[in-house]
């Protein structure tokens, strides 16, 4: 998944300048700057590189779903620094959180196939990126017999027996785990 147009510069990492300042980016929003001689975050009054407010909601990746910690900022991965969101989208480059191009494939519209049934794709790719089986906040989740194996995926594993188990619910939990592993596999 590529997310340039969340930023108005480049980066190394995203084949842009490797020299030259950042634009400035607010730790509450993660929004970059439009100019560079700008102090303040338009968005939420912060001069930028200020810590976020205590009583904000802080961003999350859109690529991993990590919400930012106190600091506006997330560990990198390779454990070193601390980066803030824009950084931190730009190094999922280099670290991947599974073969989104795979996943793409098997996407149709909004809506992915697994096996034979079909579920919402942000759902499936947040669960499969986080293991956790969450709606978001503000949707209601959809109920059918891939977002139903997830659920039993996550509460009892692949290998769980289920007390009046229907026919659908095992195919769709046999799909469900055979759409993890090839997700997680490395790219080579």
């Not at 149709?108 to 956790?132: C, K, M, N, Q």
């Amino acid at each position: 998944m590529k997310f340039a147009s969340f930023t108005r510069t480049a980066s190394p990492a995203a084949g842009g300048p490797s020299s030259g300042a950042a634009a400035p980016r607010c730790l509450q929003c993660g929004i970059v700057a439009a100019r560079a001689d700008l102090t303040f975050c338009r968005r939420c009054g912060l001069t930028f590189g200020e810590r976020p407010r205590g009583n904000s909601t802080l961003p999350a990746c859109p690529i991993c779903y990590r919400t930012v910690e106190d600091d506006g900022r997330l560990p990198a991965h390779s454990g070193r620094t601390r980066l803030d969101l824009v950084a931190h989208i730009h190094e999922h480059d280099r670290y991947p959180v599974g073969d989104d191009d795979y996943l793409e494939s098997l996407r149709e519209g909004d809506r992915i196939r697994i096996g034979s049934g079909y579920a919402p794709f942000h759902l499936v790719r947040r669960y499969l990126v986080t293991g956790a089986l969450d709606a978001g906040r503000g949707r209601t989740m959809e109920h059918n017999a891939i977002v139903t194996a997830m659920a039993q995926l996550g509460r009892w594993g692949d290998d769980g027996r289920i007390l009046g188990d229907q026919p659908a619910w095992i195919e769709a939990r046999a799909a469900v785990t055979q759409l993890m592993e090839r997700y997680h596999r490395r790219r080579v």
